[in-house]
């Protein structure tokens, strides 16, 4: 029997997707961390950012782009096209509290850019850090809706966390935490350009008319501030007259560049950041190598960005795509507090490292065993000319940030810059209007949220067109403005970057003081009107606190506030029982042994040499615990961070079973207590030890595994290759007390 209706030509194939429109552009959106102003010479900074350099040469830098003064809100505005907090991302994801506007949960209202490229003909991926997945949600259990391959991106190779070693990076591809190659000897940025480049060729291989978006987002410059040796060396030295001198010769370049107008003013240090001639011959010496590590990173980020964009020039793709290269998703970062940090680590759990010990490392810097920071006074010495750094959104030094735009098909000016205020936010209607699609009222069912961003391709097209960004407020960590057609009100910072966030104060919003700035003869904003202009400061002022209720920004609140209740795999239980081998399981859903007294308990089978291999381990080399067997003999190690790291062994174990419990005893209840360590082998207590502090928080870097280690060793007594136990372990458990 014959159907009908049947077309033989064609048949009845269902439609094998939606093609893109005629001549739609290729995308790129590159994204650097934790990069101010002023610091590569693209923006007249001190670092080389030659093929940055030679892009913005061919293309525009736009000279008044701001992001949001943090990580994780700029990634959700730049993806969504809405303000970080209309999509709940006030905050870091790391540091959620329940109130609407900073639950870290994008909703589905608000789609992703790569949602609706790969809705209209596009292959979507995304390299480097992603930064916008709730932690809770970051287990292998999921759910993977908020993985970037939930958000629309076909392809993910990166890191979900807010950063990560360059050298041993916590690597996901897709939805599956996967080992990095290299060995250890391979930094990340070289990695991520590789898989870049195989991921375009092979699209344009299979599809070559098939356009494609990459947001390609590195962790660099975030701390820790790593870097091969090569380009290590070609800084040394190159920062020794400091910080203070350094911002001038910036202010200088800037302004012969064209990037600062020649009117602007270079705003003065803060007077809670020390001058340079202030510091110790041995604190200079620090300060200088660390602040070559942060250089070396970033330039050789840019050779690695490089070589994809060459690879697009080689194969005829680059005249029709659009890159829109961001360097830095928020000012310089000033958490790593006065004398800088060999590890960051140390900040965050409270602990302040001496002098003697960082300079007694200090050739660690840039390299896998240390986790750097540069002093805060480079923070702000990178973000010349303006105010303040990375968390102050009130301030351009937290929020002004370099964009270079190139489409050398559009683009008739090359070399040119722009001067329109413009947002990251303004990203997803810019990349949506040159591919020739409109914001859609629905996707996947669901209607959208109204998009906040304005399209940027006016400007593109004309520098001397009228700005379409009227108005734009920001908000981060307690510190707030308003940007209105020409004047921004704002107001003081009342909390320091390098403070602990559980020491932060709350602030009075209501009680908070403004100032007030005239951008169009202000570049810098470096004079405050607020007493001049007291009618203007009222009117923006009451424009900040209607638009703040309006988009979620409210109610402005201190980090520690709202989190009761936060959702969790791990943090309520007590007893964790694991009957198959792990690996890299996140630390949300691993036990929550920071503050705890805990122990560690396993059966085992050994055979002729005792045993050999991780029973339990959770963090990394640079800090945390592990439980292993070295030729038979149980050890723990707790390092919570050098110097602080004890070590202990028991009696060596004969072939057979044997039960085996390691324990770690707090003297006190509370995080970063001293403690007593102990093994058992049998119901017999056979090693004891002390360690003088423990760890008041595992960050995200690493995971919790059960038989074997992953990522980087916690131990220094063995090696990733041979840290795979080599007897049975029928069960293992921790309980905690």
């Not at 790391?94 to 949960?105: M, Q």
């Not at 301030?395 to 270079?404: A, D, I, Q, S, W």
């Amino acid at each position: 029997m014959q159907h009908a209706n049947v077309n033989p030509a064609t048949g009845n194939w269902p439609a094998f997707g939606k093609k893109a429109g005629q001549g739609a552009p290729n995308v790129i959106v590159f994204l650097t961390d934790d990069v101010g102003y002023g610091a590569c010479s693209t923006f007249g900074g001190p670092i080389e950012t030659s093929h940055l350099d030679s892009l913005a040469a061919g293309g525009t830098r736009f000279t008044q782009f701001h992001t949001t003064a943090m990580c994780s809100p700029t990634r959700a505005a730049l993806l969504t096209g809405r303000n970080p907090h209309r999509v709940g991302m006030g905050r870091v994801t790391a540091r959620p509290s329940y109130y609407d506007g900073y639950t870290s949960v994008i909703p589905k209202s608000a789609a992703t850019i790569a949602e609706v490229l790969r809705a209209n003909g596009y292959s979507t991926a995304m390299f480097g850090k992603g930064h916008i997945t709730p932690e809770w949600e970051m287990s292998p259990l999921g759910p993977f809706d908020r993985w970037p391959t939930g958000m629309g991106f076909d392809y993910f190779y990166g890191f979900l966390g807010f950063d990560t070693n360059m050298w041993s990076p916590d690597l996901v591809e897709n939805t599956s935490y996967v080992r990095p190659p290299g060995d250890g000897k391979r930094h990340f940025d070289e990695i991520m350009a590789d898989r870049a480049i195989d991921w375009i060729a092979q699209q344009k291989a299979i599809a070559p008319d098939k356009p494609f978006f990459a947001y390609y987002a590195t962790g660099t410059a975030h701390s820790p501030h790593h870097a091969p040796d090569e380009w290590l060396q070609k800084y040394r030295g190159k920062f020794d007259e400091g910080w203070d001198i350094v911002r001038s010769r910036t202010f200088e370049r800037q302004q012969a560049l064209g990037v600062v107008p020649a009117t602007a003013r270079l705003t003065p240090r803060p007077a809670n950041l020390p001058a340079w001639h202030s510091l110790s011959a041995e604190q200079k010496t620090l300060a200088a190598r660390l602040m070559e590590a942060y250089a070396a990173a970033l330039d050789h980020f840019d050779f690695q960005a490089g070589r994809v964009i060459q690879a697009l020039k080689d194969w005829d793709e680059f005249d029709n795509t659009l890159i829109l290269f961001i360097q830095g998703d928020n000012g310089g970062s000033a958490e790593g507090g006065f004398n800088g940090l060999l590890y960051e680590q140390s900040w965050a759990n409270g602990f302040e490292e001496k002098l003697e010990d960082q300079l007694r490392l200090i050739d660690r810097i840039g390299g896998p065993a240390a986790y750097n920071h540069f002093p805060a006074a480079w923070g702000w010495a990178i973000n010349c000319p303006f105010q303040y750094y990375k968390q102050v959104a009130s301030h351009f030094g937290g929020t002004r940030n370099g964009l270079v735009v190139s489409w050398p098909r559009r683009l008739q000016d090359r070399g040119s810059t722009r001067s329109q205020f413009h947002h990251v936010v303004d990203v997803y209607p810019t990349v949506l209007a040159a591919a020739g699609i409109e914001a859609p009222e629905v996707v996947n069912g669901i209607a959208q949220d109204p998009v906040d961003g304005t399209s940027m391709l006016y400007a593109v097209d004309s520098p001397q067109a009228v700005p379409t960004r009227t108005v734009h407020i920001f908000e981060s960590m307690q510190n707030f403005g308003i940007y209105h057609e020409g004047w921004l009100a704002c107001t003081t910072p009342e909390n320091d970057p390098w403070e602990s966030f559980a020491l932060r104060k709350a602030s009075v919003p209501d009680s908070r003081q403004w100032e007030l700035y005239d951008l169009r003869n202000d570049f810098s904003q470096s004079n405050d009107l607020s007493k001049q202009h007291h009618g203007k400061l009222q009117e923006l002022t009451a424009l900040f606190w209607s638009m703040a209720a309006d988009g979620k920004v409210l109610p402005i609140h201190p980090p520690g506030e709202g989190t009761e209740g936060r959702p969790s795999y791990g943090k309520s239980r007590t007893s964790f029982k694991y009957r198959r081998r792990l690996r890299n399981l996140h630390s949300d859903a691993a036990p929550h042994t920071a503050g705890r007294t805990f122990r560690i308990s396993c059966e085992v089978l050994v055979g002729s040499n005792g045993g050999h291999g991780v029973l339990a381990a959770h963090g990394s080399s640079i800090n945390g615990y592990a439980f292993y067997l070295v030729q038979g003999v149980p050890t723990l190690y707790y390092n919570a961070i050098l110097p602080a790291a004890c070590r202990i062994a028991g009696a060596r174990l004969s072939p057979g079973r044997h039960t085996l419990v390691a324990k770690v005893d707090l003297d006190e209840a509370k995080p970063g207590s001293a403690a007593t360590l102990s093994i058992e082998a049998d119901g017999q207590v056979t090693a004891k030890g002390r360690i003088d502090r423990t760890l008041k928080t595992f960050l995200n870097q690493n995971g919790f595994n059960v038989g074997g280690d992953t990522v980087s060793p916690v131990s220094p007594d063995y090696r990733l290759e041979d840290s795979e136990f080599d007897g049975e372990l029928p069960y293992l458990a921790v309980d905690l007390e």
